[in-house]
């Protein structure tokens, strides 16, 4: 708590503030600041909730450095305000000790399928104006991505288990270990009395390399691992092939879970890999090495076939593994789009949809990963910030469903 107070205590209050600017939903950091040294905690805390439902996981999950620490005028002396302490701190405070109830219903439906950052910042969001909210989950917890694709030293799920406890209060019907697509289909919806459905599936199909060797029981990708990390034994020595952050997670788990050595093989130099520097930085300090300028040519059962590509002439080589982690990115399924008419797939197989939200298909909204791809989890939420205001608009052209 003292250092909290103390960083916060050094803050300029700007009166044009940079890091508000840096701030995908336009936190008011300045004045989360001024109410949190003023002993105002408790409306600090309601400021938060109300601009990002999200804000307790963001202040844990979110890359500062990149977004308001980042444009903090203190990086200019050194050391900038630690924006996502302070926000977590109240933000925590709040969710805690605010009492959540039902809001008078409006006689208004709305169906969210995917319980990950996109689609429940839009359900507290639309339960709290009266809508009648259903949450279709594939899994059998809420969360996704949150849940099933960051790992438990970066985020506590027990932080998901009450923000669903929390929606529960507000009136928000959860229907876990239901794909939507399959059995129950956006057509039933409608015809079920749903004045609009969102779909918030995130990007859950992995990326492959094509090359020999990507079947084999030692190669495994990197958004399933990080599903169920403790069902895998990877055996002593790991190549993680990828350096985005998720690639950054597999290998800090894999450390976590067993593995002693854990290497990334990255095409490119060090200044080239596309993860956060955080988060290359602690990859570092827990111990994974990095094997730079390096593409894999084939996957083994005892390791990976590589060639350099930083040479005129490449050389190729050979490096030992137990297991394999591939981490090259993923995309989404098309299991709604095959079995929804009227909606489309953009050229990069993501779901096609405007700025705020709106698909091919009449009355169907998306965001979040599905539409931009990875993304980080408070751009999520400024996404379905926008979707709850269209989803107003397109309701109130007509009256409501009997």
Not at 95 to 111: D, V, W, Y
Not at 288 to 313: Q, S
Not at 328 to 351: F, M, P, Y
């Amino acid at each position: 708590m003292k250092h909290i107070i103390c960083s916060a205590q050094t803050c300029l209050d700007c009166k044009d503030p940079l890091c508000k600017k840096g701030c995908p939903v336009n936190t008011a950091i300045g004045d989360m600041i001024r109410l949190f040294l003023g002993g105002d905690i408790r409306e600090a805390g309601e400021m938060l909730f109300d601009n990002n439902p999200l804000s307790i996981v963001c202040s844990l999950v979110c890359p500062h450095e990149k977004h308001c620490e980042g444009h903090c005028i203190l990086n200019e002396k050194g050391t900038p305000v630690n924006i996502g302490g302070i926000e977590n701190y109240i933000s925590t405070y709040y969710i805690e000790h605010r009492e959540f109830g039902k809001s008078e219903l409006n006689g208004r439906k709305l169906a969210i399928i995917g319980s990950g950052p996109a689609g429940l910042s839009l359900a507290m969001i639309m339960a709290l104006k009266g809508y009648g909210v259903t949450i279709y989950e594939a899994f059998d917890s809420i969360g996704g991505v949150l849940r099933f694709g960051i790992p438990d030293f970066r985020l506590d799920k027990c932080i998901l288990d009450m923000f669903e406890e929390k929606l529960v209060k507000v009136g928000v019907k959860i229907r876990k270990n239901c794909m939507i697509g399959k059995t129950i289909t956006i057509d039933d919806m409608f015809r079920d009395g749903f004045d609009a459905v969102f779909i918030g599936t995130g990007v859950w199909r992995p990326k492959t390399l094509g090359i020999k060797g990507e079947s084999l029981g030692n190669v495994h990708f990197a958004i399933d691992y990080l599903k169920t990390p403790k069902a895998y034994d990877l055996g002593r020595k790991v190549v993680v092939v990828g350096a985005g952050n998720v690639a950054m997670d597999v290998a800090r788990t894999a450390i976590r879970t067993g593995a002693q050595e854990v290497s990334i093989m990255h095409r490119g130099g060090e200044e080239s890999i596309p993860a956060e520097r955080i988060e290359l930085e602690h990859a570092k300090i827990d111990g994974v090495k990095l094997d730079l300028n390096t593409a894999p040519l084939e996957f083994m059962e005892n390791g990976v076939k590589y060639t350099t590509t930083n040479l005129e002439e490449n050389t190729k080589g050979f490096v030992e593994a137990d297991s394999i982690l591939i981490a090259i990115s993923q995309t989404a399924r098309d299991l709604i789009v095959r079995n929804t008419a009227g909606l489309n797939l953009a050229e990069d197989g993501l779901l096609e949809s405007d700025d705020d939200g709106r698909t091919t298909r009449e009355g169907v909204f998306a965001s979040g990963d599905v539409v931009t791809g990875a993304r980080t989890v408070v751009e999520a939420v400024a996404f379905s910030k926008r979707v709850a205001v269209a989803i107003d608009e397109y309701i109130a052209t007509f009256p409501p469903s009997k």
